[in-house]
């Protein structure tokens, strides 16, 4: 199976939180050979983000476990799928009108290139791109 993910499931599989379980479920078949990933670029820069933030505004976690968590998670042979102009184009376009963000546009962008379900834990996500998209919740991920 080919999946793409956003950045809130790639941190779920370094922070314990709600989810966590059903994102190391999908990264032990992601190594096991079993599902491809997929995501844009930009989920490396989504990640470091929010590490950044867990670690200095939050305090969540430390800043060492934050720099340990993203280099692994730079090591994972994840495809990061480029969008073309055209395709950059189209996902602004599906950002204005499910009033998305550009980046949650450009992880369906990446769905739709790879003809693959997204993987989110993001709701909002869910709630306004399920219409358009086959986008599929961590929680309910099973294989």
Request: charge should be negative; charged fraction near 25%; proline fraction near 1%.
């Amino acid at each position: 199976m080919n999946f793409t993910i956003d950045a809130s499931v790639v941190v779920k599989s370094v922070v314990k939180e709600e989810g966590t379980e059903r994102a190391l479920k999908l990264f032990d078949d992601f190594g096991r050979g079993i599902v491809d990933l997929n995501a844009p670029v930009i989920l490396v820069y989504e990640v470091g983000n929010v590490l950044y933030r867990m670690a200095a505004k939050m305090q969540a976690i430390s800043m060492e476990y934050a720099a340990n968590a993203y280099g692994e998670i730079l090591n994972l042979p994840i495809r990061y799928v480029s969008l073309e102009d055209h395709e950059l184009v189209d996902a602004l376009r599906l950002s204005v009108s499910l009033d998305l963000s550009f980046y949650d546009a450009c992880y369906l962008g990446v769905s739709r290139k790879t003809g693959s379900k997204l993987v989110t834990a993001d709701e909002e996500l869910i709630r306004k791109a399920g219409d358009v998209g086959e986008v599929l919740h961590i929680n309910t991920y099973r294989l």
